[in-house]
């Protein structure tokens, strides 16, 4: 799953594989759950995180781990988490992911209904890294795609309680990406689902503090029957309303007004739990980053819409 340009070793990156889940279980619960299993050089990593949206509490953490990788078919395994596929798939459409770590336990299969999500349009994004240009790395080289129309079947233990998934109340988004795409300045990402049907999922790369419009940035818009847009993110864009995590320092915004102006569109994106950095646990080795679930309302070509979605927050500052 992995492969490196020993030369210069930042050049390729290893296969991202990145779940969003939106449960809502047959007890009428509702809860979010973000996964990210990764192979890298070795060792699997990953984010955990599942939020109550009931009582607004959240668990979960981020951890490097032993594993193991299959170059012949998904079979990707550590003592944390699995994620695999039948042998003879193609690695998309049948999925089975079990994790637990960090109270995070859950297992489910995954079926694509709809048509994939090809972020900027095609699928082929590279933003250059540390010491990478174009010379080196042709753009496209990185290809990014995904699945906003996931069936989910299986269940979800909360509090030591297995609890089955009502798959047709629940939905998921399956995202993968490798090659290279720079965005070790930071970065918040979202996903949103708007109620008029289409998805719109996005970047802004390098925000800080003093100024939360970072470069580049732009959205990918899906809409059901397969048609993509990309989009250029106004100026206008901006995130406010910051807390400092008491664990490492870092600031992270609790609200983003997104401006899209070509599409007379604007959303105002907020993060229902504040606290949401996700971190390793004590005597673990991981990373931070703040994941979280996000709604809100907006105007898309001059109507109101409201929307449900995802918003990830990666802090240097």
Same mark, same amino acid.
């Given at each position: 799953m992995v492969w490196l340009d020993e030369e210069n070793p930042n050049n390729l990156n290893s296969e991202s594989y990145f779940f969003l889940f939106w449960f809502t279980t047959m007890d009428g619960r509702k809860y979010h759950v973000t996964l990210a299993p990764n192979f890298f050089r070795?060792?699997?990593?990953?984010?955990?995180?599942?939020?109550?949206?009931?009582?607004?509490?959240?668990?979960?953490?981020?951890?490097?781990?032993?594993?193991?990788? +299959?170059?012949?078919?998904?079979?990707?395994?550590?003592?944390?988490?699995?994620?695999t596929s039948p042998r003879v798939s193609d690695n998309y459409t049948d999925l089975n992911v079990s994790t637990?770590?960090?109270?995070?336990?859950?297992?489910?299969?995954?079926?694509?209904?709809?048509?994939?999500?090809?972020?900027?349009?095609?699928? $082929?994004?590279?933003?250059?890294?540390?010491?990478?240009?174009?010379?080196?790395?042709?753009? $496209?080289?990185?290809?990014?795609?995904?699945?906003?129309?996931?069936?989910?079947?299986?269940?979800?233990?909360?509090?030591?309680?297995?609890?089955?998934?009502?798959?047709?109340?629940?939905?998921g988004y399956f995202e993968r990406q490798w090659g290279e795409f720079g965005i070790s300045g930071g970065h918040y990402g979202y996903w949103?689902?708007?109620?008029?049907?289409?998805?719109?999922?996005?970047?802004?790369? +390098?925000?800080?503090?003093?100024q939360p419009f970072g470069v580049p940035a732009w959205a990918t818009v899906w809409h059901p029957n397969g048609v993509h847009e990309v989009v250029e993110v106004g100026k206008n864009t901006t995130a406010f309303d910051v807390w400092k995590s008491e664990y490492s320092g870092r600031n992270y915004f609790n609200q983003v007004e997104l401006d899209i102006p070509s599409r007379q569109a604007r959303f105002d994106i907020h993060q229902l739990i504040r606290e949401s950095e996700v971190r390793p646990l004590s005597g673990t080795d991981g990373y931070n980053i703040s994941e979280a679930y996000a709604q809100g309302q907006g105007v898309w070509e001059g109507e109101p819409v409201t929307f449900f979605g995802h918003l990830e927050q990666l802090s240097f500052w």
């Open positions: 070795g060792r699997t990593t990953g984010i955990f995180r599942v939020e109550d949206l009931q009582d607004l509490s959240s668990t979960g953490a981020t951890v490097f781990a032993p594993g193991t990788g +299959s170059n012949e078919f998904l079979d990707f395994r550590s003592e944390i988490q699995n994620l637990n770590y960090a109270g995070v336990q859950l297992n489910v299969h995954i079926t694509p209904t709809g048509k994939n999500l090809y972020i900027g349009g095609g699928g $082929g994004i590279t933003l250059s890294s540390d010491d990478n240009d174009f010379r080196r790395i042709i753009p $496209g080289y990185s290809w990014y795609w995904g699945n906003p129309t996931l069936r989910l079947n299986g269940t979800i233990t909360i509090d030591g309680e297995e609890i089955a998934v009502d798959h047709d109340q629940s939905r949103l689902y708007l109620s008029n049907g289409l998805m719109i999922h996005g970047w802004v790369v +390098s925000p800080t503090t003093e």
